[in-house]
């Protein structure tokens, strides 16, 4: 494998929804002279700055040892991302009309850009029309909200009964919260959206 595709291989499984277009490899300065003899073993990049980013490359030389080579890459590439398609209220629960799906130049990329579909989740602050969306701008909905009425089960002494409750909290499936019932309150595990075991 040559260091351009493994250089490739590496941005594209650190990068979601990227299409790279070209990317131009700084000849590094004072290379080994047996250098076309090395055998790649890994690329780590360090950095993406638009003007100089940079990458670690490990080789295996001729005498069986590990060498480090330090270069500089230029990358023409694009992402796929989402945009507010207009201003967003904090916790507003996220539709289609929302958002965008649409290509930007890898100069945009920042860790934290979302690349699932935001569809559902729940915003944690405001977003302005055309902002990229970012993951920890967002929170995804439980299971069930305080209010919901579920559907209780319980066993006792062999005998199985059903009655209903109404949760006293928010919470995920497999999530034990508080549920009041027949003036009375239970811990119980959450088993779907409208059902929970008393346990």
């Known amino acids: 494998m040559t260091l351009k595709e493994a250089l ?18 700084s000849t590094p300065q004072n290379l080994p002279l047996d250098y076309q003899n090395f055998s790649l073993k890994s690329v780590q990049i360090l950095n993406l700055r638009p003007l100089g980013a940079k990458a670690r490359a490990n080789f295996i030389d001729s005498k069986n040892k590990t060498r ?24 507003q629960t996220i539709n289609k009309m929302d958002f965008t799906q649409e290509n930007v130049s890898i100069e945009k990329y920042q860790p934290d850009l979302l ?48 009655f209903s409750g ?15 019932a027949n003036n009375a309150r239970y811990k119980a595990r959450i088993l779907s959206k409208n059902r929970a075991i008393i346990e």
């Open 8 to 25: 490739s291989n590496e941005l594209n499984a650190k990068i979601p929804n990227l299409t790279i277009h070209n990317i131009e490899i």
């Open 68 to 91: 480090t080579i330090l270069f500089g890459f230029e990358l023409d590439a694009s992402i796929s991302v989402f945009i507010a398609t207009r201003d967003i209220k904090r916790a």
């Open 115 to 162: 690349f699932d579909e935001p569809l559902g989740l729940i915003s944690k602050a405001s977003i302005k029309k055309g902002e990229l969306l970012k993951e920890r701008v967002f929170t995804r909905a439980k299971d069930v909200k305080k209010g919901d009425v579920l559907v209780l089960e319980m066993s006792d002494g062999g005998v199985f009964l059903e």
């Open 166 to 180: 109404v949760a006293c909290e928010d919470g995920d499936i497999n999530q034990s919260i508080e549920i009041k």
